[in-house]
């Protein structure tokens, strides 16, 4: 079985400020690793995968995220905040039998402050 | 690059009447669609699992005649709300799976929004 723990439901930042974003998993098995963001009344947007290879991932909008199997980790992180990063994203976990559905973490809202 | 749509964006209906929500793959084959629901503010619950030809495969505690899904071609599959009632309001979101594409990468649709007076 899988999992994913986002802590934080919510994390507020300042415009231009680090953010960064929780997810530990849960696999017996290697993880495929997934951020989405959403924005409101819209449907999800991959932001970056890890499946195999290197561990430190980037993705669009200046987004990074780095796999950790010793910490069972893959936060999420962005060297400066937008105003237009505040969305909720999800973390997901997946492996690479067949067709394993997603497992999506409760998501994580994030608040850019002017 | 991949694209899925859902039809319609959004629905509202009466207690009691059924609603058909649409998910196309358009610029590739889709063999396995996945229906979930969103509750407001909450995370994505994974509903069933719909496979080209054939049955699909629910989680638990979701009823497979109340929520009825086909998937009678490679970029579409269907999901029927019977009988509705205003517990079943929520947002829906299907994603798709590319036949040739990488592994275990879904393609999220944008949503139904679906209100039960």
């Known amino acids: 079985a899988q999992s994913v723990t986002q802590l934080g439901s919510h994390v507020s930042v300042s415009e231009g400020a680090l953010v960064l974003l929780r997810c530990n998993y849960s696999?017996?098995?290697?993880?495929?690793l997934f951020w989405y963001v959403q924005y409101p009344n819209q449907g999800l947007q991959l932001l970056l995968k890890y499946t195999t290879g290197a561990t430190l991932v980037k993705g669009i909008n200046g987004f990074e995220a780095e796999f950790k199997k010793s910490e069972t980790s893959f936060h999420l992180t962005k060297p400066s905040a937008h105003m237009s990063d505040a969305a909720e994203y999800f973390c997901?976990?997946?492996?690479?039998?067949?067709?394993?559905?997603?497992?999506f973490g409760k998501g994580t809202r994030l608040s850019v402050i002017a | 690059g991949a694209v899925v749509s859902q039809h319609p964006s959004r629905v509202i209906c009466k207690s009691g009447t059924s609603v058909k929500i649409e998910c196309r793959s358009l610029?590739?084959?889709?063999?396995?669609m996945f229906w979930y629901r969103q509750f407001p503010k909450k995370s994505l619950m994974l509903m069933a699992t719909s496979n080209e030809g054939s049955k699909a495969t629910y989680e638990q505690g979701v009823e497979k005649d109340k929520f009825l899904i086909n998937h009678a071609s490679l970029t579409l599959s269907t999901l029927t709300v019977t009988s509705a009632h205003p517990e079943d309001s929520s947002f829906y979101i299907c994603s798709a799976r590319d036949a040739g594409g990488p592994p275990n990468e879904q393609f999220f649709g944008p949503g139904t929004r679906l209100t039960v007076l």
């Open positions: 610029d590739f084959q889709a063999t396995t």
């Open positions: 696999s017996s098995v290697p993880p495929y």
């Open positions: 997901a976990v997946s492996s690479d039998s067949g067709n394993t559905p997603l497992v």
